[in-house]
């Protein structure tokens, strides 16, 4: 009987291993050592997202406006993990100002555990600022935080069989610039967006990137990451936002 439970043993492990949902490996694989709020409030109410779930991002960016008023109803692909050193995002908290001055580091991730392969294409991430002006001004609405391309997707697997995977090199073509919203109101919402290939296609990218400007169509009213977006192309695949105060 026990050598039949020797030969079941790692066939046992790999079950046990491959029902752990993708919670576990991102608590596994998290090193960051705050844990900050991981909520936001609507309505004086105090509502709570699962940050693990594609659905309950999407409940987020509907309970914060982020839908329609930044982009269009769609249902997320993936996860976005956005961490600094001390601090992260996590649909709509509110992390202090000064622990998110520096650009963050960037993991996209499928919502349950697969063992297919990564695709070859990489995807672009951006950071928008839709609350420097009013809402409803004729002024444009939405603020360019930071560009990069090279944002692979990554496959949770098991730490102990898993190659070493180095931070993904991004080639970044807007730099971060730090949130800084004005004083003494708010919230005011900063949200990272992965988008990908409308076509799919995993040659290099050729983004329009306006310079001299944070405004992501120059001169244009109205105008935000998801005009920028569609005009080169792309279709957004994960989201994640931070809400910030300035007392």
Same mark, same amino acid.
């Given at each position: 009987m026990m050598p039949s439970l020797l030969v079941l043993y790692p066939i046992l492990s790999l079950v046990c291993f491959l029902?752990? =949902? /993708?919670s576990a490996w991102r608590s596994a /694989?998290? %090193?960051?050592? #705050?844990?900050? =709020?991981?909520s936001l409030s609507k309505d004086g109410g105090h509502i709570t997202y699962d940050g693990n779930s594609v659905g309950s991002v999407r409940e987020a960016l509907l309970a914060t406006g982020?839908?329609?008023t930044v982009l269009d109803d769609f249902r997320p692909k993936y996860l976005l993990d956005v961490d600094w050193p001390a601090a992260d995002a996590y649909l709509g908290n509110s992390p202090d100002i000064d622990r998110v001055d520096k650009q963050p580091k960037f993991t996209l991730f499928p919502q349950h555990y %697969?063992?297919?392969r990564a695709p070859n294409h990489t995807y672009v991430v951006t950071m928008t600022y839709p609350d420097a002006f009013?809402?409803?001004s004729h002024e444009s609405s939405?603020?360019?935080h930071f560009v990069a391309t090279g944002l692979p997707l990554t496959i949770p697997c098991d730490s102990a069989t898993c190659p070493k995977v180095r931070p993904p090199k991004l080639k970044v073509l807007v730099p971060y610039e730090a949130p800084d919203p004005g004083h003494g109101s708010g919230p005011y919402r900063y949200v990272f967006v992965? #988008?990908?290939p409308a076509n799919e296609s995993t040659e290099p990218l050729q983004l329009s990137t306006p310079q001299n %400007?944070?405004?992501w169509g120059r001169d244009k009213d109205k105008y935000g990451v998801q005009g920028w977006a569609a005009a080169n192309g792309l279709v957004p695949v994960a989201v994640n936002f931070i809400q910030l105060k300035n007392q």
């Open positions: 029902a752990l =949902p /993708v /694989v998290r %090193t960051d050592a #705050f844990q900050l =709020p991981r982020i839908i329609p %697969t063992s297919a009013p809402r409803g939405e603020m360019r992965a #988008f990908a %400007t944070l405004r």
